[in-house]
């Protein structure tokens, strides 16, 4: 991934997924695999997510190079992957191993 906004977007689509389903060890591995490329590429740490008072916006709170920063994102973006699985949940069934 070129650019950090990409990266802590991908990882918080699929991070909202692995909180909403925890069984899904697709999603829990999926977002552990973006976790990582955030730590090793981009030196990410101590990450955190609320959401804003309004509920309109994902706040990503972390740690790079020592220094907190900050990023937001738009619920209505980053929940378009846990929508469409609630609503077709025979497309995403979760295979247990």
């Given amino acids: 991934m070129k650019s950090l906004q990409d990266a ?4 918080l689509t699929i ?5 909403a ?11 552990s695999f973006f976790y990582e490329i955030l730590r090793h590429d981009f ?3 101590e990450l955190q997510v609320n959401k804003d008072g309004a509920g309109e916006m994902y706040i990503v709170h972390y740690e790079r190079n020592g220094e907190k920063q900050m ?3 738009p619920v209505e973006l980053i ?10 949940p025979e497309k995403y069934r979760n295979y247990l191993s």
């Fill in 8 to 11: 802590l977007y991908n990882w």
């Fill in 15 to 19: 991070y909202v997924v692995a909180q």
């Fill in 21 to 31: 389903r925890p069984d899904d060890m697709a999603a829990q591995e999926t977002a």
């Fill in 43 to 45: 030196q990410i740490t």
């Fill in 71 to 73: 990023a937001r994102f």
């Fill in 79 to 88: 929940d378009v992957m846990l929508e469409q699985i609630e609503k077709n």
